[in-house]
């Protein structure tokens, strides 16, 4: 599963430190996400769509081939 987080963290002007604390995640997490080395919980993702001010499809991208 691919995602924009980088993007829009860039977009919203967020470090890593700053998004992992609105989310209450380590950085290091924010770090996996970015590079696609972890699959959120669902909670997270909820959260970290909740912080873009999107929807969760928005900023996941999910591979129905792939059945990601």
């Keep these: ?3 924009k987080i980088k993007e829009f963290r860039a977009k919203f002007n967020l470090t890593q430190q700053e998004l992992a ?3 209450r995640v380590r950085r290091e ?3 996996f996400l970015e590079k696609n080395k972890y699959n959120p919980s669902l909670m997270l993702a909820r959260q970290l769509s909740r912080v873009f001010d999107v ?4 900023l996941f991208i999910f591979d129905e081939e792939k059945g990601e």
């Design 21 to 23: 604390d609105k989310v």
């Design 29 to 31: 997490t924010i770090v």
């Design 1 to 3: 599963m691919d995602n």
């Design 55 to 58: 929807v969760i499809e928005e």
